[in-house]
């Protein structure tokens, strides 16, 4: 369900669901979400930096 939601939640915002999963891929694990959760928002899809990445 939750694979679901951000392939949807991607789609909705006009990304490409596949480029949007391998983003989040490459970026999460190098990410310190534990010690700074505030920095997983900048992975939503409707933020403009993954806009701007993923919008061509």
Known sequence: M???SLVET????????????KYLFERLPKLPI???PELVE???PWHPQVQSALIK
């Open 34 to 36: 534990h010690q700074q």
């Open 42 to 44: 900048a992975l939503l």
């Open 10 to 21: 991607a789609k909705a915002n006009g990304l490409d669901a596949y480029e949007y999963l």
């Open 2 to 4: 939750i694979v679901y």
